[in-house]
């Protein structure tokens, strides 16, 4: 059971309510589950103006970060240099006043997205000093870099990736029911004057099963949101951490909770027809089989790290009574793409592809919000025999199954 922080009675009948919330400097995507990536185009460009900057720099590259309201934005430079030993490193200007100093954590995964040739991740964590309103606070933001030998992402070669892991937390009292809340932060700051599309975001825990569905306890901050048989909308959160809610004037349709996706529980069925053409029922078409339900996307740095494992556990037990579905969360217009992906990476197994992203009908209704994502599910009954089985657990929870099925 989480501690509560704070409360606030809401009533339909009071225009508006207020409750203090306290910051969280880092943690946010953890919390949330999930997160989207923003990018930053490097260049050999050194911007204006850097008062000091690192010595030894070898091949440094250099982007800007633009951080809160247009009003009040902050820049950030940000470096990164191959290194004297070719490792890479990532330098921040942590204040916004122009001094490179601060050395990121900055690391190249142990493990590689793509076996052969080996490409690895490069990922790293900095934090930045941005004001909040009146105040300074500490926001720490995650980043990441594909391999540059990764010819299937050259684009991407000059592009860093990165998310910010910052906001508030509190909790909430409506009806005699008290809920965990988090206001996820985006580049604006746009906690203080919400607005739809900004990214930022209202987390609630309504069923209080210690994380956060994507459905129905995740909502855009700028829009209106259903709890409890009303509908409320979010004023802002101000620099002391004081939000403001009210209820809202345009009415909104309650947003059913995910299925509860645990080990013992059955899945909700589905058809759908694969890449290649082929019509699949999970209720039928899996009899006597393991099946491994794949959610995952190519452009998942974590996902491609896994495929490796996901293949060999294949190769090994598919012909023993293993069936894998994947359902891709890649974008529009990319099946040619995916089809590619799959040719390249050795994956044979039929796949879902819609191109709906995080919209993805079977993500929708399993409340996938984050992936990868794997439920190892019993071909006849749908009952989920493992949750999210990765690395070594894979082949150990496969293996365990189909000798269960077998009557080992």
């Keep these: 059971m989480r501690r509560l922080l704070v409360c606030v009675v809401l009533t339909t009948a009071a225009f508006a309510e207020t409750a203090k919330l306290e910051w969280v400097p880092a943690g946010m995507v953890a919390v949330a589950g999930h997160y989207m990536p923003l990018r930053a185009e490097l260049s050999g460009t050194q911007p204006e103006p850097i008062k000091t900057v690192p010595d030894g720099l070898v091949n440094p590259r250099w982007t800007v970060l633009k951080i809160g309201p247009a009003e009040a934005q902050q820049s950030f430079a940000v ?4 290194g004297p030993d070719g490792a890479g490193r990532l330098w921040i200007d942590g204040t916004g006043e122009g001094t490179l100093t601060q050395n990121a954590d900055w690391k190249q995964s142990n493990k590689p997205y793509q076996p052969d040739p080996p490409l690895y991740l490069h990922t790293g964590t900095f934090s930045l000093q941005l004001k909040v309103g009146g105040q300074t606070r500490q926001g720490s933001f995650n980043a990441y870099l594909f391999d540059p030998k990764d ?7 000059n592009t860093l990736l990165f998310y910010p892991d910052f906001g508030w937390k509190g909790s909430v009292e409506l009806a005699g029911r008290t809920y965990p809340v988090w206001v996820r932060e985006g580049l604006g700051l746009d906690a203080a004057k919400p607005a739809a599309g900004t990214g930022a975001e209202l987390l609630i825990d309504r069923n209080d099963n210690q994380k956060i569905d994507r459905r129905g306890e995740s909502y855009d901050l700028g829009k209106p949101f259903w709890l409890d048989g009303e509908s409320f909308i979010v004023k802002g959160v101000d620099a002391e951490g004081t939000l403001t809610l009210a209820v809202s004037e345009e009415k909104v349709a309650e947003v059913p909770l995910p ?4 080990v013992g529980n059955r899945v909700p069925m589905f ?5 290649s053409g082929k019509e699949v029922d999970l209720a039928t078409s899996f009899k006597g089989k393991v099946v491994l339900l ?4 190519t452009w998942c740095g974590p996902c491609v790290a896994e495929i490796p494992n996901v293949v060999q556990t294949y190769g090994n037990y598919h012909a023993k009574g293993l069936e894998i579905l994947g359902i891709s969360f890649d974008q529009a217009n990319q099946a040619e793409q995916v089809k590619s992906f799959l040719g390249q990476h050795n994956m044979p197994w039929e796949q879902v592809y819609e191109g709906k992203y995080w919209s993805t009908s079977i993500g929708q209704l399993y409340g996938i919000d984050s992936i990868p994502a794997m439920f190892l599910v019993d071909g006849d009954t749908g009952v989920i025999l493992a949750a999210s089985p990765r690395g070594p657990a894979l082949p150990a929870a496969v293996d365990k199954a189909i000798k269960a099925k077998a009557g080992q």
């Design 79 to 82: 470096c990164l240099d191959d």
């Design 151 to 157: 010819q299937r992402r050259a684009n991407l070669v």
């Design 259 to 262: 299925a509860d996706l645990q």
């Design 271 to 275: 058809k759908a027809t694969t890449l």
């Design 294 to 297: 794949d959610f995952w996307a």
